[in-house]
């Protein structure tokens, strides 16, 4: 049997915790996992753990999802190697960057996940534009767990997704929240009106999801002429 890959994760805040519990879950072996923070604690059993990189060579994998502007000070202290890919969860940091922290890489990938990574329920924009076949898949499956992948050929294109993905879960829970303090001005109570809020907008997006029809059908077949719906 091949021997899966070495991975470093450099980082375990919320978006690394996420990952490595996602990797787990997946069936990566705990033993391959090599987290790299002073500050992770209470992690896993088998993961290995340490401040600082250990010694040894460089790994398979380097994950960082650290914040970026630690990014000047950790890079130097990180080894990589051309069969090293570099998975950035970065924001703002564009691979250009990545290979100037981390020259001699044999891949520089950027991706950008959203909150509800945390529960396997998010979606991220994917980019490694040297990425061959086979590196393609190693990535896809390190972010699979995180909840569905999309792979963009433009890095430019991160604007866009950061509006709509990365911060657009803020967007849609404020509107939720404002959803329910419509129905608490309506006599609901604050519990039952958020349980509402919140169901309405999960419910809806599978519903677009899964049937396939636009948003906008979706809102017409709700709407009756004159109706509450037409009139909110």
Known sequence: ???????????CGNMGGAMLNGWLASGIPADVIQVVDPLASALPAGVRHSAGPPEGGAPDILVLAIKPQMLADVA????VASTTTVISVLAGVEVETLGKALPGAGAYVRVMPNMAAAIGEGISAVF????????????????APLGR?????EEA????????SG???????RFAEALAAGGVGEGLSPDLALR????TLSGS???ALETGKSPHDLAESVRSPNGTTHAG
């Open 1 to 11: 049997m091949k021997a899966h890959p070495s991975i470093w994760l450099v980082g």
């Open 76 to 79: 130097p202290t990180l080894p």
């Open 128 to 143: 490694g534009p040297t990425l061959d076949a086979a590196g393609r898949d190693q990535v896809g499956d390190l972010v």
């Open 149 to 153: 992948v999309e792979w963009i050929d």
């Open 157 to 164: 294109l991160f604007h866009g997704v950061t509006g709509v």
């Open 167 to 173: 911060s657009g879960p803020a967007f849609v829970l």
């Open 196 to 199: 509402l809020a919140l169901e």
């Open 205 to 207: 997006a599978r519903l």
